[in-house]
């Protein structure tokens, strides 16, 4: 962490194209808060959109961001009745703040709460600032520990990977079934790993690069299909659509047995998709979404414990925070990196 006469760094974003790291005051922790000494943080699908194009689907950036929702470090300091943590404790993050009182929040599915808020973005007025920051600060409830032994780097992958979790969940039980992901990205080769972890039998992996295909089979799938190179064999008792295109989704559509299962993951652009609706009449095909996740870090941190879910091959890159300018094209380069973690750990302040 570099804060240096009460302030620190910040990445935020003012527009499209328009990403700087700022100097601001350093947060302090109020009555059931607890502020983080952020050590990494994972650059998402969501940042790059806010980077590129200045919005995620319809979530235009109307103010200046702080950007980042991947994050894990140590308590820096604690507001008053916070017990659940002490100050030098590892920990990471749960982005979402659900609003407790609506219809999905009281049924148990605050992951798609209307009113929920998530660290970094700009789906409501003012911004929820993220934690691309050196000290961040959320409420206790927010704050997670980390197994005893489990490193911050790869507590930083929490977030997506609880997000890969709770898509194959979506599936039920996947024990010795033959499972098609679309998309290779960081979420589709997190969703490979889960799978490993949850016993799928064969796990088929398609991309449009090789480089990503080639992180899926070190994570574990057992066919990686390039593109391309026809996709008309796929065969699959269920698929989790990842890559976020109507092709993919198609895909999918098309591959899984008839009375089969497909997971919505990947977002789609914005506004109506083609996608081959009539298969799923005619083959009776199920499909269900995939957003978010409630509790499934408590899930991803066991099993990253005891060895069952594998992180260490989706994690290609880590960057000072001072190279930040080479983080971002890096990040959303897929034939050149995978996951990248920016390092707040020194710098200049």
């Not at 943590?85 to 990471?92: E, K, N």
């Not at 959320?138 to 930083?156: M, T, Y």
């Not at 979420?187 to 796990?203: F, H, M, Q, Y």
């Amino acid at each position: 962490m570099a804060v240096l006469d009460g302030t620190m760094r910040a990445v935020v974003v003012h527009g499209a194209g328009d990403l700087r790291l700022e100097h601001r005051d350093v947060p302090a922790p109020g009555p059931g808060e607890v502020a983080i000494a952020v050590r990494y943080g994972g650059i998402c699908g969501s940042d790059l959109h806010y980077w590129r194009h200045g919005a995620v689907g319809e979530f235009r950036v109307r103010e200046p961001l702080v950007l980042g929702h991947e994050v894990a470090g140590t308590v820096h300091a604690l507001g008053d009745g916070v017990e659940s943590v002490t100050v030098g404790a590892p920990v990471t993050v749960h982005p979402a703040t659900p609003c407790g009182a609506c219809r999905q929040c009281l049924g148990g599915r605050p992951n798609i709460c209307p009113n929920a808020r998530y660290l970094g973005s700009a789906a409501r007025f003012p911004h929820v600032q993220g934690g691309f920051a050196d000290v961040l600060v959320v409420r206790e409830d927010q704050v997670i520990a980390l197994p005893a032994g489990l490193d911050l780097r790869r507590a930083a992958v929490v977030e997506p990977a609880s997000v890969a979790w709770h898509a194959v969940r979506q599936l039920g039980d996947a024990r010795d079934s033959r499972v098609l992901v679309t998309g290779a990205g960081p979420i589709g080769c997190l969703v490979v790993s889960a799978l490993r972890a949850a016993g799928a039998a064969e796990i088929v992996v398609t991309d449009v690069h090789p480089e990503p295909l080639a992180v899926a089979a070190a994570l574990g799938a057992t066919r990686t299909v390039l593109v391309g190179d026809g996709t008309d064999d796929l065969t699959a008792d269920a698929a989790i659509e990842s890559s976020g295109s109507p092709a993919g989704f198609n895909t999918c559509l098309r591959a899984v047995d008839r009375g089969g299962l497909v997971v919505g993951l990947g977002l789609l652009p914005p506004g109506d998709s083609p996608i081959a609706a009539n298969l799923i009449v005619t083959r009776e095909l199920r499909v269900v979404g995939s957003f978010r996740f409630d509790r499934e870090p408590g899930d991803v941190l066991a099993a990253l414990s005891d060895g069952r879910l594998a992180v260490d091959p989706v994690i290609t890159q880590v960057v000072p925070l001072d190279a930040l300018g080479d983080a971002f094209p890096l990040a959303g380069d897929p034939t050149r990196s995978c996951k990248v973690l920016l390092d707040f750990a020194g710098g200049t302040p």
